[in-house]
Structure formats: structure tokens, C-alpha cells
């Protein structure tokens, strides 16, 4: 068999990988990325920016549909009507774009692209389904490894994929919308396609089996999306279980906590219960890394327990987003190169792209004194800025958590509308160890929703000026 050298061998070209070959090779490490699917993993094919696009597409169409009534600005629409297989071809065309131009980007920086899908035979050695017809397995010897395959979709026992149980991957390219979508699993990726879909005209109800939505965040950023999913018309089932399809398969079982059964009617059931480290079918067990829980346990280099075998990204575990994949891909090209990096993030922005947003940055409250930090907390609500009221969006407020002693930010959290993009100004404050009086003290534009940001930072420090 024709064996290739290279210094640094990739396997999976989403986020992690692609963003660490680009830096490897601008290093100058000579780098193969194996991939078996698209360039982009799923981040860009069938996860973040598909997701966002349909929601977008979704507002977009409700806010028409909203103009066909009563409107305080005077805007009127005769009907609004969607043509769901042209938002599919926009979305498709979209993900066609950022593929397309981390292909080119790869090629630019010198790295080889395999198409295929990877075997570990060693700590140092793959084989290589290659994806053409007839093509001999291809072996390739790389002095480093990254493991970077990311995630898998969760399935629920009892109830697996196909027919009408389908995938957040299914779901973001509908043929057509169904009348009546059951949601398993309240957690932002349930949430973000159900609100979606409810706009979009299905009749939504999500089923959760913890007493309350988006259980992994701060209970008061939740509440205002509780009652933007009761003012949408989407039903929730708190701590309710599902247990399975109907015997004629048109509705799904579910038991409550007091354990009564019912069943709700279901066209389509979106399984959005998580997602697990993409460990099995490709041969990792052979290296015996160690584990932690189902990840792979990295260090503060993202070293496996292997020496020169990194793992990056969903693989080695939470918080499962695609800017942790991206910088851990960074910095292992960098380590590679001899730079000396460690991976200590103060703080990794988690977004729910929801309706309304919530971006939490850092600390809680409760987190803060779990650590036994005493701490100052404000709150600036979005009623009370220009801007929001411009864009009819006074739901929600920005809140930050300072310790007291000396005015170090260690958290901020914020719900309403689009405030994902505050989380740039969040994350930028507490990685620079910013004080509440820096950022009371930073002039934000007017009218901008971050100004919402400043008054929270005044307001900690007891003279906000416009609340
Ligand atoms: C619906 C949805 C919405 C999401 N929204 C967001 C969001 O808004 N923000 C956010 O930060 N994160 C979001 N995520 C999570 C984000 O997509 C992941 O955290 C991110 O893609 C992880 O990057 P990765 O490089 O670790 O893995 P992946 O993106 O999963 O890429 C892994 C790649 O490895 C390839 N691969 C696997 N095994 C092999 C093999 N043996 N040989 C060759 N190739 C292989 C796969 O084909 C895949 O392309 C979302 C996920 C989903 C499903």
C-alpha cells in the first residue's frame, strides 16, 4: 500500500479541524485534513449556520404574517405566503458559500485535502476510505494526529430515526412544514428549531423531562423565553418523559411526573435531546486514550493521553460549540509549531438563538457565590433603552456580576432580542479583566442596545443614568 508522510494529520474538517489546519499551515507544518462529508463538519453543513438561517427565514415570514393584522407602524401585507423549498435552496446556497470558501482557503494556505473517511491503525498511521469508486484505501503517516470528529446526535431508546422521527440534520431541510411537530428535549437546539417551526406554521409542542426549558441556564434568563413560547402558541410539557410512538405511530407517548400517561399527535417528532463525543466506528479504541466520562480527556493543550495525538473540539467534550473547536484548533497548530499555548479561556460565550436571545458570558450570580466570590449584580432592563424600543424589542435585560472587592467583572448574562451580539462586548470585557468602571467609563454609541450594557456597569456601580 502507498503510504504519504506529512508532519501534521487532521481527521474531521469542521470548525476544530479546518481552523487548525489553516494555522498549522500557516506555520508552515506540512498538514493533511481527512473528511469524510463537507468541509465546514457540522457547524456549517447541518448545524449553526443552517440553523440560523432558518430561523432567520422564520422571523422574517412571521413578521409578514404579522403585518397582515393590525399594525402600530402602519405596515400592511395581503397575505403572506412561504415557499419553503426556496428557503431550503437560500439556506442550501448559503452553507454552498462557507464550504466552498473554507475549501478554497485550505488550498490557498498549501493544506492536502483527502475526502474519505479515516481508520486509526496507529498513534501515527490511517487508512483512507477514499469517497470514488474503486479507489484502493489510502495510508497516511503524520508525526501529529489531530483527532477532531466532533459530535453525534443523541437518539431516544425506543424511538429511533426514520419515518416520522427525525434529526435536528432533517429538520433544517424540510420538504414541507408539518402541521403538528412534537420537540423532544428543551434545550436550546429544540428551542431554537421549534421556534422556528412555529413561525414557520407548524403547531409546536415541546416535551422536556427536567421541570423547566433550557435547564442548563440561569432560570431567570429563561422566563422571558417561557412566555415568548407561550405568546407563540407553542405548548411545553415539563418534566415529561417520552416514552415512544403510538401503535398506529401518529402521536408520541409521554408520562408526566405524576406518572399519567398521555399522547400528543405528531406529524413529525424532532429528537433534540443532545449530542455525544463522535467516539465509536473509526477505530479510536485502539489508541486506549484515556476518557473522560464519553469525550476524550484532553489537557490544557488539548494532549490526549497518547503523546503527539491531540483532540479538539465536540470530541473532547463541553461546551460543545464551534468558537471552543476554533480556538482549541488554533492553539494545537500553534503548540505544534513550538509556540507556547495553553488553553485558559476566562470565559466561552454560550448563545441560545431563541426568541427572545440569551447569551451568557462568564459567571452567575449563583456560580459566583458557589465560588465563593461576593460579588455586586445589576440589571438594566431593554424598556428602558431607545433602541430597543425602536426595533420593538423591550423584553429582556443585560445583567453583569462584578466582585465587590474590586470591581472585576466576572460575569454577564443577557436575554432579548439579538443580544448575541453582545456577547462579543461580553466576552472581550472579561478576557481583558475589565472593571465595572471601564466599561461605565467607555462611551457606547447611541442608540445601541449596548448601551444597555454600560448601564448595567453604572447601575453596579449605583448611578446608572437612565432607570
Ligand atoms: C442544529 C445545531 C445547531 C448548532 N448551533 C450552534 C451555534 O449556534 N453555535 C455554536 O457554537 N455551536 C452550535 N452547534 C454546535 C457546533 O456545530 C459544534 O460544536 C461544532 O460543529 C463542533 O466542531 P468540531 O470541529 O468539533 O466537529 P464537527 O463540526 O462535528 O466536525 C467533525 C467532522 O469530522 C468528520 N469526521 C468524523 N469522523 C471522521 C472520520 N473517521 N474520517 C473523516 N472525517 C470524519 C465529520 O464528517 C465532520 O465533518 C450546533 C449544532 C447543531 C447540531
Not at 495510508?139 to 494526529?145: K, M, P, S
Not at 477505530?283 to 493543550?301: F, I, N, P, S, T
Not at 468558537?323 to 497548530?333: F, I, S
Amino acid at each position: 500500500m502507498d503510504i504519504q508522510h506529512t508532519n501534521l494529520l487532521i481527521i474531521g474538517g469542521g470548525p476544530g479541524g479546518y481552523v487548525a489546519a489553516i494555522r498549522a499551515a500557516q506555520l508552515g507544518i506540512a498538514t493533511t485534513l481527512v473528511e469524510g462529508e463537507q468541509l465546514g463538519g457540522t457547524c456549517l453543513n447541518v448545524g449553526c449556520i443552517p440553523s440560523k438561517a432558518l430561523i432567520h427565514a422564520a422571523d422574517a415570514f412571521a413578521q409578514a404574517h404579522h403585518f397582515m393584522g393590525d399594525s402600530t407602524l402602519g405596515i400592511h401585507v395581503e397575505k403572506a405566503r412561504i415557499d419553503i423549498s426556496q428557503t431550503v435552496r437560500w439556506k442550501d446556497g448559503i452553507v454552498a458559500r462557507l464550504t466552498g470558501g473554507v475549501g478554497a482557503l485550505l488550498k490557498k494556505h498549501g493544506v492536502k485535502v483527502v475526502k474519505g473517511w479515516a481508520q486509526i491503525v496507529d498513534g501515527k498511521t490511517v487508512d483512507v476510505t477514499l469517497d470514488k469508486p474503486g479507489a484502493e484505501p489510502m495510508r497516511i503517516q503524520g508525526e501529529h494526529i489531530i483527532l477532531a470528529t466532533g459530535s453525534v446526535e443523541l437518539g431516544l431508546p425506543g424511538m429511533p430515526f426514520g419515518g416520522r422521527v427525525i434529526s435536528s440534520t432533517q429538520a433544517l431541510s424540510p420538504d414541507k412544514i408539518p402541521a403538528k411537530l412534537v420537540v423532544v428535549g428543551g434545550g436550546y437546539i429544540g428551542l431554537e428549531l421549534g421556534c422556528a417551526y412555529r413561525k414557520l406554521g407548524s403547531d409546536v409542542t415541546v416535551v422536556e423531562a427536567q421541570d423547566r426549558i433550557l435547564p442548563l441556564y440561569d432560570e431567570e434568563l429563561t422566563k422571558p423565553v417561557a412566555a415568548s413560547l407561550r405568546k407563540l402558541g407553542i405548548q411545553v410539557h415539563l418534566g415529561s418523559k417520552v416514552q415512544g410512538l403510538n401503535a398506529a405511530g401518529d402521536a408520541v407517548r409521554v408520562v408526566d411526573a405524576n406518572g399519567r400517561d398521555s399522547e400528543i399527535a405528531a406529524d413529525q417528532v424532532l429528537v433534540a435531546i443532545g449530542r455525544v463525543p463522535h467516539t465509536h466506528g473509526w477505530g479510536l479504541e485502539k489508541l486506549m486514550l484515556a476518557m473522560q466520562g464519553r469525550a476524550v480527556k484532553v489537557d490544557d493543550q488539548c494532549r490526549t493521553s497518547m503523546r503527539n495525538v491531540w483532540a479538539i473540539g465536540d470530541l473532547s467534550g463541553e461546551p460543545m460549540l464551534a468558537h471552543r473547536a476554533m480556538a482549541q484548533g488554533e492553539m494545537v497548530a500553534e503548540i505544534i509549531s513550538g509556540k507556547r499555548r495553553h488553553f485558559v479561556p476566562a470565559a466561552i460565550a454560550a448563545v441560545c438563538f431563541t426568541d427572545p436571545e440569551v447569551v451568557v458570558v462568564g459567571q452567575t450570580p449563583a456560580e459566583a457565590a458557589k465560588a465563593g466570590l461576593e460579588c455586586i449584580t445589576a440589571q438594566f432592563p431593554f424598556a428602558a433603552n431607545g433602541r430597543a424600543m425602536t426595533l420593538e424589542a423591550t423584553d429582556g435585560f443585560v445583567r453583569v456580576v462584578a466582585r465587590r472587592d474590586n470591581h472585576r467583572i466576572v460575569g454577564w448574562q443577557a436575554v432579548g432580542a439579538a443580544v448575541s451580539e453582545l456577547s462579543t462586548a461580553f466576552s472581550q470585557s472579561i478576557e481583558m479583566g475589565a472593571c465595572l468602571e471601564d466599561v461605565a467609563g467607555t462611551i457606547h454609541a447611541h442608540p445601541t442596545l449596548g448601551e444597555a450594557v454600560q448601564e448595567a456597569a453604572l447601575r453596579a456601580l449605583g448611578h446608572a443614568l437612565h432607570i
